[in-house]
C-alpha cells in the first residue's frame, strides 16, 4: 500500500474511534483494543462486571464501522443450532431451505457466554475459528468482516459453565473496561437523559474500508529484531515457574498481528517495542495457568505477566 492509501486508511480509523468516544466516556483504551482485535481478524472476551457498558461499546463499534451487527443473550437453553443455523421445511415447496443463526453477520455479540451449555459455546468456538458455518454438509462462509465480542462476568459463576483454557485460547484478546471516574459517570448521567447516545453515533466508514485497513495492517513493517523479541516474551512464559500453562504460538502471531494493527492507529507504518509491550498483557494473560504453589501463595496473574514482560532486554530498533 503506498504512503497516501495509508493515511486515508489510518484517518477513518481515527473517524471509527471519535464515534464511539460519543458513547464511551473515558474508555478510549477499551476502544483502542476493539478497534485493534477488528484490524486483526480476531475475536475479543470482555470480562467485566454488569453495567459498564460492555454490550453498548460493541453496537457504538459496529455502527462507526457500517458493520451488521447481532446479539445474542446466552442462557442454558440457547442450542447450536442458534448459533450456526439449522436445516428447515418450506412450507409453499415442501423442501429444505437453510435457516441462518445468529453468526451470519460482520460483528455478533455473545453476552454472558459462559451462561450457555459447553455445546453451544463449542458450536460458536469451531465458527469463530473456521468463520465457516457447516450445516447438513453444506459449508457456508461467514461475512467478511466477522468477529465475536464476548462478554463474561467475573463474579457469579453458580450455575456457569466457565470457559475451559483451551477455548479461552482462541480469543485474540481478554479486557475489562472497569468503572468510570466520578467525572465520568456523571457525563454518562447527563447524557443518556437527553436520549440514547448510540442514535448520535454515525457510520463513517463501510464494510469496503474495514477490509481495506485489515489489508493495510498486513503492509506495516515489524523489524527482524521485534519478530525475535516476540518469540523470546512468549518462551518467557514458558520458562516461568509460576506458570501451569504458558503461552502457545497462536499468542505469538496474535502479539504480532496486533503490535502492527495498534503502530496502525497510532499513526505509523512500523511497529516500534512500545507497541508488542503494549499488547502483550490483552493478548497472552488469558492464556496462562497460575501453578497451585502460586496461588497458595496469592500472587496474582498480572504481576506475573508483567515480570515476564520485565525480564527481557526490549531491543533497540531502527524504522
Known sequence: MDNQGLIKAQSICSNIMSEVKKVIAGKEEAIELLLVALLSRGHVLIEDVPGVGKTTIAKALAKACGLDCKRQQFTPDVMASDITGFMMIDKKTGEFVFKSGVVMTNMLIADEINRTSPKTQSALLEVMEERVVTVDGTSRPLPDPFMVIATQNPTGYVGTYPLPEAQLDR???????????????????????????????????????????????????????????????????????????????????????????YAFIRGRDYVIPEDVQRMFEPVVSHRLVLTAEAKIEQRRLDEVVAAVLKGVKTPATRK
Open 171 to 261: 480469543f485474540l484478546m481478554k479486557i475489562s473496561m472497569g468503572y468510570p471516574t466520578l467525572a465520568e459517570e456523571a457525563k454518562i448521567i447527563s447524557v443518556r437523559k437527553e436520549g440514547d447516545p448510540l442514535s448520535e453515533v454515525e457510520a463513517v466508514a463501510v464494510q469496503e474500508d474495514v477490509l481495506h485497513m485489515q489489508q493495510a495492517i498486513r503492509t506495516i513493517h515489524i523489524d527482524e529484531e521485534l519478530i525475535n523479541y516476540i518469540v523470546a516474551l512468549i518462551d518467557k512464559t514458558r520458562q516461568c515457574k509460576e506458570l501451569q500453562l504458558a503461552a502457545s504460538p497462536r499468542a505469538s502471531l496474535a502479539l504480532m498481528q496486533t503490535s502492527a494493527a
